[in-house]
């Protein structure tokens, strides 16, 4: 288990930073919008809207957020405690699993058959993987004596997807296994980023469809029909839990990413969701130049004539687009100051 040393010695591991890093991002990236607050000029609501519109004190925001917080701490914990599971242990579960409810997974028993043939070691997913390595040293000896060794088996987890920066790169050539690790890191943030996409538009539109589910958990979140930045996370703790947690979840796991490279990943999302809900137009943005998907866009679905439209979140606008639930608008000045994010006639006439 690979962890960053602080100050004092003092060792903190991925899998804790992972944890907890996106939470301390949350309050400290919000707590700069509160104080830019005042900014009247730059606001996409005045102030007095915020206190009479919203159906929901900020106490009571604070406390709902906390609590989401504390339930996606609960499942990061499990989901990097399961990622640091030994493999071998995982697959002699799902066998056991599958005997009592009756399954005959067929690749499940392939897998156990393999470790059971290599003879890898129970202790660690690093145990097998260094089993394997050290197995195929004739076919990849840069893999088994390269400086490279450790930067794969050395997070604690199987990262299959890391494997090319070990063995595309060589001992002669440093450089190259850096830029291939950089490409290899990229192409996990943009899987991690579209699934994450394309489970929160999915479950957030169908919230929006079923009245049940509208009416009894996600409303919750509308309860803020003028966003501000800490209450980006204020959701039913169903809904927290099914598009948030399990989202980063699925995106964690898809991707292959590895818990250190969840730190950034998550941070960045973080980022991401609490300046979607800022209520604020600030010039040189880069959330607002890098993505059509912003502040303005989703304080469109906050008001009532968006409500059926801009679902997507929290970095893309694609599946709004394909889907035809995009809501184009015009962000204009006001006479009195600020901006409003106004959709186009056409839509809201409808």
């Given at each position: 288990m690979l962890g960053i040393e602080m100050m004092n010695g003092v060792k903190v591991s991925d899998e804790m930073l992972g944890t907890f890093a996106p939470i301390i991002v949350y309050w400290l990236y919000s707590g700069i919008y509160v104080l830019l607050g005042s900014l009247d000029d730059y606001r996409l609501h005045t102030r007095k809207d915020e206190d009479e519109k919203n159906l929901v004190s900020k106490s009571d925001v604070v406390k709902g957020v906390l609590l989401q917080q504390a339930v996606q701490a609960v499942v990061a914990s499990l989901l990097f405690a399961i990622w640091n599971l030994p493999l071998c242990v995982l697959v002699e579960f799902a066998c056991?699993?599958?005997?009592?409810?009756?399954w005959d997974v067929i690749g499940i028993r392939l897998l156990k058959y393999f470790f059971d043939l290599s003879g890898c070691a129970l202790s660690s997913f690093r145990g097998c993987v260094l089993c394997s390595i050290q197995r195929n040293a004739a076919v990849f000896p840069s893999v088994v004596n390269g400086p490279s060794h450790d930067y794969i088996v050395g997070?604690?987890?199987?990262?299959?997807?890391?494997?090319?920066v070990v063995i595309t790169g060589s001992d002669s050539d440093p450089a190259h296994a850096q830029v291939t690790s950089l490409i290899v890191l990229a192409r996990q943030f943009l899987v991690g980023m579209m699934v994450l996409d394309t489970w929160q538009y999915f479950m957030h539109r169908y919230m929006h469809q079923n009245k049940f589910l509208y009416k009894h958990i996600h409303?919750?979140?509308?309860r803020l029909v003028v966003p501000y930045a800490f209450g980006a996370l204020y959701n039913h703790p169903i809904e927290g839990l099914l598009l948030d947690t399990v989202?980063?979840?699925?995106?964690?796991?898809?991707?292959?990413?590895?818990?250190?490279?969840?730190?950034?990943?998550?941070?960045?999302?973080?980022?991401?969701?609490?300046?979607?809900h800022c209520g604020l137009w600030l010039p040189g943005n880069l959330f607002h130049l890098l993505f059509r998907n912003n502040s303005a866009y989703h304080d469109i679905h906050h008001q009532l004539y968006g409500n059926k439209y801009n679902f997507s979140q929290p970095f893309l606008v694609m599946w709004d687009r394909i889907l035809g639930t995009y809501m184009p608008y015009s962000l204009e000045k006001n006479v009195n100051g600020g901006f409003e994010a106004r959709?186009?006639?056409?839509?809201?006439?409808?």
């Open positions: 056991e699993f599958g005997d009592l409810l009756g997070s604690g987890g199987l990262n299959l997807m890391l494997a090319e409303s919750q979140h509308h989202g980063g979840a699925l995106s964690f796991l898809a991707s292959g990413m590895s818990p250190r490279a969840s730190i950034f990943f998550f941070s960045f999302a973080t980022l991401k969701t609490v300046d979607d959709p186009s006639k056409e839509y809201k006439e409808d």
